[in-house]
């Protein structure tokens, strides 16, 4: 199964991020304490809306989403506001790494990631999406252990690649309730995208 | 797993000691249990889909349960859809995931099961399940021929070549032609509705 690439322009006016939790609260009784209760798999989906577009651009799009709706897409996700810099082309250094940590090497030395900004991994042909929690700086050496958000879904092999500079989100896209129209879609539209794993 | 703890982290997982080696499944991302790793995805049967609510019994009553498992759509459909299945041990947990995010060290285990019978659901959007229905494994200690389930494997064993129980029609079919059954002339719906499951393979022609 090979995902479709959805075209790259024009940018989202929008995208909304959210957190696919499969945790949640349990609510002390009779005032006794709350409990968080986590659990594995945790995820991200982001609901994407789009300006107005040109006929052109809606036909390229109308195209991508009827097919991505039955082989999921691959989106380059845009994070407004935001220069990721020159992190070099970071690769996970060690296989059968686990939980929130994620050892790279291959960067750019001294290069400074930054609370908040979306990295790809790539595993095989299945990409996974996860945030920075904190901010921090490379080795010299180009070595760095990056904390990460949420806790690691699969174990990338050594040598697998981090995606810095141009982050790409895979996953399904959700059959919304309009038609792929193409008048419709020029007038601008959203769609959502979830992460499968 | 302490009630003061502000935050836990739990996970539910399985293992099936299926004919082709273990299959061991947890409810989402990956986890450690005793030295083996738990993902929640298995090349062959896939995820769980459902898992029936864990039933305990006392008196003249015996545990089972059910599960159904969404096997992968890209596996040979022989690998999961086999008459070797019934028999087979499934063991589920609950434990507390320690603070590394991965690893359970204590868990709580809630059924120790045996496959009793398969059956396989093919559902009108595509979906093609593998439901299991369990027995609690000290049911083998019910019968006399302990841990043999009334199959045509097991009657294999006893009378190698008679084929009675192959052509028995009662039985599920395990040929994998990939038909759904033709719809019946006497059923009054007619079609496969959503929740209307189709045999297929050898049962789909005995009906």
């Known amino acids: ?197 | 797993m302490a009630a003061t703890d502000p935050v836990i982290t739990l996970a539910a997982f399985l293992k099936l000691e299926a004919p082709d080696g273990d299959v061991r499944l947890c409810d989402g991302g990956m986890l450690d249990f005793d030295s083996e790793r738990y993902e929640s995805q298995d090349a062959v049967f896939g995820t769980i889909a459902e898992a029936a609510e864990l039933e305990a019994a006392f008196g003249d009553a015996a545990e089972d349960g059910q599960l159904i498992l969404a096997p992968n759509p890209e596996a040979d459909l022989a690998d999961w859809w086999r008459e070797d299945l019934p028999g087979c041990r499934i063991r589920a947990w609950m434990g507390e995931v320690d603070a590394d995010g991965v690893t359970v060290t204590n868990a709580e285990q809630l059924a120790d099961w045996l496959v009793d019978t398969g059956e396989r659901l093919q559902q009108e959007d595509g979906g093609d399940m593998l439901a299991l229905e369990l027995i609690g494994r000290p049911e083998k200690l019910f019968i006399i021929n302990e841990g043999n389930v009334c199959s045509d494997r097991f009657h294999q064993t006893l009378f190698s070549g008679e084929l009675g129980m192959s052509n028995c029609t009662d039985l599920q079919g395990f040929v994998a032609w990939g038909a759904a059954s033709p719809t019946r002339s006497t059923s009054s719906g007619g079609g496969l509705g959503p929740n209307k499951y189709a045999a297929g393979g050898l049962g789909a022609l005995l009906f």
């Open chain 1, 1 to 197: 199964m090979v995902a479709v690439t959805l075209p790259d322009s024009p940018g989202p006016r929008n995208v909304q991020w959210e957190l696919v939790d499969f945790g949640g609260i349990v609510p002390g009784a009779l005032g006794g304490p709350d409990q968080r209760v986590n659990r594995l798999g945790n995820r991200w989906r982001a609901t994407v809306e789009m300006p107005v577009l040109t006929a052109k651009q809606a036909r390229e799009w109308s195209a991508a989403l009827v097919r991505g709706v039955r082989l999921g897409v691959l989106w380059e996700i845009v994070q407004p506001g935001f220069s990721p810099g020159v992190p070099g082309r970071p690769l996970v250094a060690g296989a059968s790494q686990t939980g929130w940590e994620l050892d790279a090497d291959t960067f750019t030395p001294g290069y400074v990631w930054r609370p908040g900004q979306f990295i790809s991994v790539l595993i095989g042909t299945q990409r996974y999406i996860y945030q920075f929690a904190e901010s921090g700086r490379v080795e010299t050496d180009g070595t760095a252990t990056l904390p990460i958000e949420p806790a690691l879904r699969v174990s990338p092999g050594d040598g697998d690649t981090i995606e810095v500079v141009r982050p790409v989100m895979q996953g399904l896209v959700a059959a919304p309730a309009w038609a792929y129209d193409v008048d419709k879609l020029a007038r601008g539209f959203s769609f959502t995208i979830t992460e499968t794993r």
